[in-house]
C-alpha cells in the first residue's frame, strides 16, 4: 500500500540546541526493514528528488523534498538491495539494486519522476558461483549513457585462496533496455578471503569521460576511459594509499565494521575548479577508533592526484564513517555526509554531519544536521552507506537513524546554504531557468526559445560529443523573459549535439539530434 508522509515546517528554530539550524523532515519509519539510503536530484527540475532503501523501496518528492511518497518496487525479475538511483538529462530515473540471489545487478527505470517502475533488466546473466555486489550508476548528462560498476566474489559462501573479488565495469546506450557485456576493470584481483577489492563507484567528467573508484588493500584506485567505457588504462592509478585494510572497527555497528569506500565526483560547472576530479573515502590512519573523511583531487584527468585532506575538523577524537560526497553542478561546491561521534566521546551515540567546500577541496566547514543523536547498536543494521545530492542550493542529505533500541527512520534535511558557506544566494536562478529546442530532432533548422529569470549575461552554445563548438552566442547585457534564436544545422553531421544556456551561475542543458 502507498502511503504519503508530509512534514509542515510551521515553527521558527530559535536556538540550534532545541531544532538544529537545518531542519529535519522524515521520510520514512516503515516498520519494514530502513537502512542504506541513496538520493539524487533531477537537475532540470530540482524539486523532484528519488530516493531507495533496503529492501526495494523507493521514495519521491516533487516539492524539493519537504514531502515524500513511498512504495515498494515490484519486478519479476526479483528485487532486493543495495540501492542506487541515477537520473540522465531527459528526466529519466534508473534504480539499481542486486537481484534476490544476489547473482546479477537489475536496473528499474521510472519516466515519472519516480512514482512508477519498470519490469527492470540486467546487466550480466545469473551465476550461482558468482555473487554481485555494491553495484552504483551514473548518467552522463551529455550523451545520455548510463554506466554501472559493481563488486563480483566467486564462490563468497564457501571461499579459497584461489578466488577472487573484481570490479566489473556496463553500459546501456539506449535508456538501459540493453547492456554491454561487462569488463573487469582492475589489473590486480582481489582476495575473497580478506575483500580488499570493492565498492567502486562511476563519474563522468566536462567530455563524456568516464571515471571509476575503489579501494583494495593497498588504497584508493582510479580508472579511466576517454570512449564511454569501451577501453580503459593498461594500468589502474593509485590515487592514495591507506594504511588500515579496507574496513575498520566501529563500535556498535551492526557489522562492527565499516568500509572503506571510494567516492568520486567531476566538476561539471562553470565554476573555476570546472574538471576537477575529486576522490573521498574514510580510514583509520590515525587510530582504531578514530575514522575519518578524506579526500584527493586531479585537475589533469586522473593522471595525478593531490596529497589526501582530511574533510573533517574535530581533531583525532572521534569516529567518522559512512560518508558520502556529491558536487553541485551548477556551483562548483563540494559536499559531504556522514555519521560523526565527535559530541559524544564516552558512548556510541552518533550525529549525523556535513562538510562543504566552496574553493575545490581546500578548506572545509563541518556542521551537524541531525536535530537530535541517536544510538545505534549490533542488532540493527543501518546499512554501509548513507546519501547526499545537491543541485543549485538544493542539497539534500539522506540517512539512517535507529530509535528504542529497534527502530530505523529515514530522515532528510533542509540544507542553509547561505548559512554554512557563507556565501548569499544571487537568485534560484536554476528554477526559472528555461529553454526548448524545435524541432527536435531536426534536419536543417532548430529553433531555440529560453528564458531569462534576471537581467544580466548569457551564453548560448552547442557542441558536437566531442566538445567542439558548432554554434556559439553571447550577450553582456540581456534584459529578463522571453528569447528566440534560430540555428542552421543542415551542414552538421547527423548525430547527438548538447545545446547548453548559461547565465548568471546557473547552466542549463538539453540534448539536440540532427538527422
Same mark, same amino acid.
Given at each position: 500500500?502507498?502511503?504519503?508522509?508530509?512534514?509542515?515546517?510551521?515553527?521558527?528554530?530559535?536556538?540550534?540546541?532545541?531544532?538544529?539550524?537545518?531542519?529535519?523532515?522524515?521520510?520514512?519509519?516503515?516498520?519494514?526493514?530502513?537502512?542504506?539510503?541513496?538520493?539524487?536530484?533531477?537537475?532540470?527540475?530540482? /524539486?523532484?528528488?528519488? @530516493?531507495?532503501?533496503?529492501?526495494?523501496?523507493?521514495?519521491? %518528492?516533487? =516539492? #524539493? &523534498?519537504? $514531502? *515524500?511518497? !513511498?512504495?515498494?518496487?515490484?519486478?519479476?525479475?526479483?528485487?532486493?538491495?543495495?540501492?542506487?538511483?541515477?537520473?540522465?538529462?531527459?528526466?529519466?530515473?534508473?534504480?539499481?539494486?542486486?537481484?534476490?540471489?544476489?547473482?546479477?545487478?537489475?536496473?528499474?527505470?521510472?519516466?515519472?519522476?519516480?512514482?512508477?517502475?519498470?519490469?527492470?533488466?540486467?546487466?550480466?546473466?545469473?551465476?550461482?558461483?558468482?555473487?554481485?555486489?555494491?553495484?552504483?550508476?551514473?548518467?552522463?548528462?551529455?550523451?545520455?549513457?548510463?554506466?554501472?560498476?559493481?563488486?563480483?566474489?566467486?564462490?563468497?559462501? /564457501?571461499?579459497?585462496? @584461489?578466488?577472487?573479488?573484481?570490479?566489473?565495469?556496463?553500459? %546501456?546506450? =539506449? #535508456? &538501459?533496455? $540493453? *547492456?554491454? !557485456?561487462?569488463?573487469?576493470?582492475?589489473?590486480?584481483?582481489?582476495?575473497?578471503?580478506?575483500?580488499?577489492?570493492?565498492?567502486?563507484?562511476?563519474?563522468?567528467?566536462?567530455?563524456?569521460?568516464?571515471?571509476?573508484?575503489?579501494?583494495?588493500?593497498?588504497?584508493?584506485?582510479?580508472?579511466?576511459?576517454?570512449?564511454?567505457?569501451?577501453?580503459?588504462?593498461?594500468?589502474?592509478?593509485?590515487?592514495?594509499?591507506?594504511?588500515?585494510?579496507?574496513?575498520?572497527?566501529?563500535?556498535?555497528?551492526?557489522?562492527?565494521?565499516?568500509?572503506?569506500?571510494?567516492?568520486?565526483?567531476?566538476?561539471?560547472?562553470?565554476?573555476?575548479?570546472?574538471?576537477?576530479?575529486?576522490?573521498?573515502?574514510?580510514?583509520?590512519?590515525? &587510530?582504531?577508533?578514530?575514522?575519518?573523511?578524506?579526500?584527493?583531487?586531479?585537475?589533469?584527468?586522473?593522471?595525478?592526484?593531490?596529497?589526501?585532506?582530511?574533510?573533517?575538523?574535530?581533531?583525532?577524537?572521534?569516529?567518522?564513517?559512512?560518508?558520502?560526497?556529491?558536487?553541485?553542478?551548477?556551483?562548483?561546491?563540494?559536499?559531504?555526509?556522514?555519521?560523526?561521534?565527535?559530541?559524544?566521546?564516552?558512548?556510541?551515540?552518533?550525529?549525523?554531519?556535513?562538510?562543504?567546500?566552496?574553493?575545490?577541496?581546500?578548506?572545509?566547514?563541518?556542521?551537524?544536521?541531525?536535530?537530535?543523536?541517536?544510538?545505534?547498536?549490533?542488532?540493527?543494521?543501518?546499512?554501509?552507506?548513507?546519501?547526499?545530492?545537491?543541485?543549485?542550493?538544493?542539497?539534500?542529505?539522506?540517512?539512517?537513524?535507529?530509535?528504542?533500541?529497534?527502530?530505523?527512520?529515514?530522515?532528510?534535511?533542509?540544507?542553509?546554504?547561505?548559512?554554512?558557506?557563507?556565501?548569499?544566494?544571487?537568485?534560484?536562478?536554476?528554477?526559472?531557468?528555461?529553454?526548448?529546442?524545435?524541432?527536435?530532432?531536426?534536419?536543417?533548422?532548430?529553433?531555440?526559445?529560453?528564458?531569462?529569470?534576471?537581467?544580466?549575461?548569457?551564453?548560448?552554445?552547442?557542441?558536437?560529443?566531442?566538445?567542439?563548438?558548432?554554434?556559439?552566442?553571447?550577450?553582456?547585457?540581456?534584459?529578463?523573459?522571453?528569447?528566440?534564436?534560430?540555428?542552421?544545422?543542415?551542414?552538421?553531421?547527423?548525430?547527438?549535439?548538447?545545446?547548453?544556456?548559461?547565465?548568471?551561475?546557473?547552466?542549463?542543458?538539453?540534448?539536440?539530434?540532427?538527422?
Amino acid at each position: 500500500m502507498r502511503y504519503f508522509v508530509s512534514f509542515l515546517i510551521g515553527f521558527v528554530c530559535i536556538t540550534s540546541h532545541v531544532c538544529g539550524q537545518h531542519t529535519n523532515i522524515l521520510i520514512s519509519n516503515d516498520p519494514q526493514s530502513l537502512n542504506e539510503p541513496a538520493i539524487i536530484i533531477n537537475p532540470n527540475q530540482p /524539486n523532484q528528488l528519488v @530516493a531507495g532503501t533496503n529492501f526495494s523501496q523507493y521514495h519521491y %518528492s516533487t =516539492d #524539493g &523534498g519537504l $514531502t *515524500w511518497q !513511498n512504495d515498494f518496487l515490484t519486478s519479476s525479475l526479483g528485487t532486493m538491495g543495495d540501492p542506487c538511483i541515477a537520473v540522465d538529462n531527459l528526466n529519466n530515473f534508473y534504480y539499481f539494486h542486486l537481484a534476490p540471489n544476489i547473482d546479477r545487478i537489475i536496473c528499474q527505470k521510472s519516466t515519472n519522476g519516480g512514482q512508477s517502475w519498470s519490469d527492470g533488466t540486467f546487466t550480466t546473466p545469473a551465476d550461482i558461483l558468482l555473487v554481485h555486489d555494491k553495484e552504483w550508476g551514473v548518467a552522463d548528462s551529455l550523451n545520455n549513457n548510463i554506466y554501472v560498476s559493481w563488486t563480483q566474489y566467486e564462490n563468497p559462501f /564457501n571461499p579459497t585462496s @584461489a578466488d577472487s573479488t573484481d570490479i566489473l565495469f556496463a553500459r %546501456s546506450s =539506449d #535508456g &538501459g533496455q $540493453t *547492456w554491454s !557485456n561487462p569488463l573487469r576493470l582492475n589489473k590486480v584481483r582481489g582476495d575473497v578471503l580478506y575483500k580488499d577489492v570493492i565498492d567502486p563507484t562511476p563519474a563522468t567528467g566536462i567530455n563524456s569521460e568516464v571515471y571509476v573508484a575503489w579501494a583494495d588493500s593497498v588504497g584508493i584506485r582510479f580508472d579511466r576511459s576517454l570512449d564511454n567505457g569501451t577501453t580503459w588504462l593498461s594500468d589502474d592509478v593509485l590515487v592514495a594509499t591507506v594504511p588500515t585494510t579496507s574496513y575498520y572497527h566501529v563500535s556498535g555497528n551492526a557489522r562492527d565494521s565499516v568500509r572503506t569506500s571510494a567516492n568520486i565526483e567531476c566538476d561539471l560547472s562553470n565554476s573555476p575548479y570546472r574538471g576537477t576530479i575529486y576522490v573521498s573515502w574514510t580510514d583509520a590512519r590515525n &587510530g582504531e577508533d578514530n575514522g575519518d573523511v578524506f579526500v584527493s583531487k586531479s585537475t589533469d584527468n586522473g593522471n595525478t592526484w593531490s596529497a589526501p585532506l582530511r574533510v573533517n575538523d574535530e581533531g583525532h577524537t572521534a569516529q567518522q564513517y559512512y560518508s558520502s560526497m556529491t558536487v553541485d553542478q551548477a556551483t562548483g561546491y563540494i559536499y559531504w555526509a556522514f555519521y560523526d561521534r565527535r559530541n559524544h566521546p564516552n558512548s556510541d551515540s552518533t550525529d549525523v554531519y556535513m562538510a562543504v567546500s566552496t574553493d575545490g577541496a581546500q578548506t572545509f566547514n563541518n556542521f551537524k544536521i541531525s536535530e537530535t543523536p541517536f544510538l545505534p547498536n549490533d542488532f540493527v543494521f543501518i546499512g554501509d552507506y548513507l546519501g547526499i545530492t545537491a543541485y543549485n542550493n538544493v542539497v539534500r542529505p539522506i540517512w539512517i537513524r535507529t530509535d528504542n533500541f529497534n527502530q530505523n527512520s529515514l530522515w532528510t534535511a533542509v540544507i542553509d546554504v547561505p548559512l554554512v558557506t557563507g556565501i548569499a544566494l544571487l537568485s534560484n536562478t536554476a528554477l526559472s531557468l528555461q529553454m526548448h529546442l524545435s524541432p527536435n530532432p531536426c534536419d536543417n533548422i532548430s529553433v531555440i526559445d529560453f528564458h531569462l529569470p534576471q537581467n544580466g549575461a548569457y551564453r548560448l552554445r552547442i557542441t558536437d560529443l566531442q566538445g567542439r563548438i558548432m554554434f556559439e552566442q553571447q550577450e553582456a547585457n540581456t534584459v529578463q523573459g522571453k528569447h528566440q534564436c534560430v540555428v542552421t544545422t543542415n551542414s552538421w553531421t547527423s548525430g547527438i549535439y548538447v545545446c547548453e544556456l548559461l547565465t548568471n551561475g546557473a547552466r542549463l542543458a538539453e540534448r539536440l539530434v540532427v538527422r
